[in-house]
């Protein structure tokens, strides 16, 4: 079974701090993605990511970035954390072969920031 | 890249059948349709897909129109541990997926 994990199930900064969210995932999947989940909006996607190194913006890119380092390692990164970005961080993942592949989702990470 | 439009909340029954019905009008040619379950506090997880026709497996049935402008999920029998967000998406894979507000499926006993 494929295995997408989150560094936290929940967090909570302040406003201003820097605030990383690691995902891994253990499937060799080359594409890699961050969305945010709030009620009422459904999920949408800030970045991905199809290969090390690599990133692309989603729709919502503004006020977090990403790294990718290693294949199975994907970062997102609010770099003065804000009360708007308090909300469910999902990651997911997926290999690259094939027409159309489903994404892999990890657990979530709940952030309040305050 | 296609809308969806999916009812916002549905309510059933412990074993009744349960269809959510999905419209994406603008649906292009090489678009599947995919359908994702979301309990709360997890992340979504991967239901059923398909281009055409009908696909089931061993947890729904997917049915699409020949003209594909809308598909409808089949849930057999549900139970309680059913009751979750149902996502409709379509798209050509990859990051091509947007997932909008869902269904939200309230099972009874």
């Known amino acids: 079974d494929v295995k997408v994990t989150q560094s936290s199930r929940y967090l909570v900064k302040r406003t201003g701090e820097k605030v990383f969210l690691e995902c891994v995932q253990d499937?060799?999947?080359?594409?890699m993605f961050w969305y945010r989940q709030d009620p009422g909006l459904g999920l949408r996607l800030i970045y991905f990511?199809?290969?090390?190194?690599?990133?692309e913006k989603g729709d919502i890119p503004e006020g977090y970035s990403v790294s990718r380092e290693k294949k199975e390692r994907f970062s997102l990164i609010l770099e003065s954390a804000s009360t708007n970005q308090t909300s469910m961080y999902l990651c997911?993942?997926?290999?690259?072969?094939?027409?159309?592949?489903?994404?892999?989702f990890g657990p979530g990470t709940r952030l309040l920031v305050l | 890249l296609a809308k969806t439009t999916q009812p916002i909340s549905m309510d059933s029954y412990e074993g009744q059948e349960v269809n959510i019905t999905c419209s994406h009008n603008?649906?292009?040619?090489?678009?599947?349709i995919t359908w994702y379950q979301q309990f709360p506090s997890q992340g979504p997880r991967f239901i059923i897909q398909?281009?055409?026709t009908k696909v089931t497996n061993e947890v729904a049935s997917l049915f699409i129109p020949a003209d594909r402008k809308s598909s409808t999920l089949s849930l057999p029998r549900v139970s309680l541990s059913d009751t979750a967000v149902y996502y409709c998406?379509?798209?050509?894979?990859?990051?091509?997926?947007?997932f909008g507000t869902g269904t939200r499926l309230k099972v009874l006993a």
């Open positions: 997911a993942s997926n290999p690259a072969t094939g027409v159309v592949e489903t994404q892999y």
């Open positions: 499937m060799d999947h080359e594409n």
């Open positions: 990511s199809y290969d090390v190194k690599m990133k």
């Open positions: 603008n649906i292009a040619t090489n678009d599947y």
């Open positions: 398909g281009y055409k």
């Open positions: 998406l379509v798209g050509e894979g990859t990051y091509k997926y947007i």
